[in-house]
């Protein structure tokens, strides 16, 4: 009984420390969105709504990347609060959220189109913010449209999945499989069961397998599972510290060794000069550095946050309130257009609102 009581008390302050420590962590995020940063925000959000197709999709005309382009946009409007129809660019959300949902494949539940480069990567991206929209979203009518939806795109990537438990460019390719890719799935799965949406736990396993399996004694984590030497980066750190941290292995000896690593990186670090992938995917990168970061002890937010926010007001065209016009070497290639850069930056900047799902603690 005395054992019993013990084990009870030892529960019971253990939930409330843990209460504590979010408490503490959303204060000090709160205190860092300091006006310059929402001036820098809004601007951002201000070029993005100009900048929306009239079919509601996001970026360059030859929609090449139009999924992801589009899901980041949207991901970015709803960080601040804003839901279709709802908020100031509840508007652009819901003509995203039309051009996406018109994408999607209902017998496949692929979500993409004829020409559409993102492929898998967009799917997941793409499944991600449906399933935001879903958890956010208290409209009823739209929610039932949505799961349908939603439940074959999350079908499509379980189909998908190799016997390593990676993913790869197309559905159903089962020879092909890479990091990013596997983290885009691993990412739209763990926020699918958030909300209700069946995913069988093994799915989620083999995926977490996968990743650290990956993972190198360095901290790094391999761009795909097997391959000895090479593209073993930044990026796909983040990646994978990210997804681990979102799966709840905060405790895992890749995660910790990742975090390491990426701390190399901080502003002044030079690090960047060495990784050609770090400069060819700087916004990818801190999409998901961001997030690592957040998810990890308050020391490395505390660090990271300022030191990054600070480089992306450096990074922004005060004029147009865009990001992506810098061509300089350790900036990121504009391959993927203006529109693509200001949603991964000011959704980087907006992750203190502590609004969207995938980035609360």
């Not at 890719?181 to 739209?188: G, R």
């Amino acid at each position: 009984m005395r054992y019993q009581k013990s084990l009870l008390f030892l529960t019971l302050f253990i939930i409330l420390l843990s209460f504590t420590l979010a408490d503490e962590h959303t204060k000090i995020s709160a205190k860092m969105m300091t006006p310059r940063i929402q001036r820098a925000i809004e601007d951002g959000h201000q070029f993005l709504a100009k900048k929306q197709n009239r079919d509601g999709s996001f970026g360059p005309p030859d929609k090449k990347f139009a999924i992801s382009i589009t899901s980041f946009a949207c991901l970015s409007f709803m960080a601040a609060g804003n839901l279709p129809h709802r908020g100031r660019y509840g508007k652009n959300v819901a003509l995203g959220l039309d051009y996406i949902t018109s994408t999607a494949n209902k017998g496949t539940g692929y979500i993409s189109t004829e020409g559409e480069e993102s492929k898998m990567h967009g799917h997941g991206y793409a499944t991600l913010f449906l399933v935001e929209v879903y958890g956010m979203s208290a409209n009823e009518e739209m929610r039932e449209r949505l799961r349908r939806t939603i439940e074959k795109a999350v079908e499509c990537i379980l189909n998908s999945q190799t016997v390593e438990g990676g993913w790869g460019y197309y559905p159903g390719d089962f020879q092909d499989h890479e990091g990013s890719i596997t983290v885009c799935q691993l990412q739209a799965l763990r926020a699918a069961r958030n909300v209700g949406i069946r995913v069988p736990k093994k799915h989620i396993e083999r995926a977490i397998s996968y990743l650290k399996q990956s993972a190198n004694p360095n901290g790094t984590f391999k761009y795909r599972l097997g391959m000895v030497g090479g593209r073993n980066s930044f990026p796909l750190t983040a990646a994978g510290v990210s997804s681990l941290n979102a799966i709840g292995e905060y405790d895992a000896p890749e995660v910790k060794k990742g975090l390491e690593y990426m701390m190399k990186y901080i502003p002044p670090s030079d690090m960047w000069m060495n990784d050609r992938y770090y400069q060819a995917f700087y916004y990818y990168a801190h999409f998901y550095a961001a997030q690592a970061m957040y998810q990890a002890p308050l020391k490395y937010w505390r660090q990271w946050f300022p030191a990054i926010s600070k480089q992306f007001l450096k990074l922004q065209n005060r004029t147009t309130g865009a990001w992506g016009d810098q061509e300089t070497l350790g900036y990121g290639t504009t391959n993927y257009g203006r529109s693509y850069a200001t949603a991964i930056a000011t959704l980087v900047l907006q992750i203190p609102y502590n609004y969207l799902p995938i980035f609360q603690r």
